[in-house]
């Protein structure tokens, strides 16, 4: 392994006790996601190892499955700053409330990934933050279709055993953040199944603790989801609950 693949490993926490195998492997895949996505930088200018240390923590996820997991799109764009969105909600009687909500991150179906490069410079720790991860967990969500918090499955998980543990996790969520109960992962993830699942996924590789914590049978759903166990990787001194992941 070139020594500055090697030098990523040793940089970014998430990646560390990972085996040799394992991130030879990672190499290849991040190697392939390089070359096979489109990089476009709007704005911002990335050094060759900014870009394999994204490239790194972007294939993690898919380290046990195949680049053919992030099928369907064709483009990663990179902008300087988080993009302000207006949004309208109209209530059961009428009323309509109006609120700029800031998105560092945007993903749609057959579209190409949008993420905004202050956020990402920010993600590698063991602190619940990983946008890359985050939206790259949407595309996977949309393999199956629409996003709604059921990808396609690995052999060996049905969707009824996905369907079941991650509804009872979802349901216990929003009932906590009704009754304005402190919760142990964002209130995001309360918001849409599909950012149940993407908060989630961000959760497992970047604060596997706190997702065990917080909901043990999703944490082991995800281990035979995603081929891994992050929770082994993590060191105990980052066992503290990270903050709040980013949508």
Partial sequence: MEEEWQGLFAAIPILHGLSEAQQAQLVTLARRLLER???TLLGVELSERQRRALALQGALPILALSLDWYRGF????IIPE??????QVQDEFGLVSEWEEENAGEAWPQGPLVLAWSELQQDGDWDGYNLIIHEL?????????E??????????LTGSEWAVTCQQAFDQLQGQCERG????????AASHPAEFFAVCSELFFSQPRQLHHAFP???GLFTRFY??????RQPEADEGEGDSPSP
């Fill in 227 to 232: 081929g891994q166990e992050p929770l082994q």
């Fill in 137 to 145: 967990a949407h595309k996977l969500d949309m393999l199956g279709g």
């Fill in 82 to 87: 988080p993009v302000a969105r207006r949004q």
């Fill in 37 to 39: 996505k489109s990089w």
């Fill in 74 to 77: 064709h483009e990663i764009i």
């Fill in 217 to 219: 049978a999703v944490y």
């Fill in 147 to 156: 996003a709604d918090g059921a990808p396609p499955l690995p052999a060996g």
């Fill in 181 to 188: 109960e402190t919760t142990l992962i964002d209130s995001y």
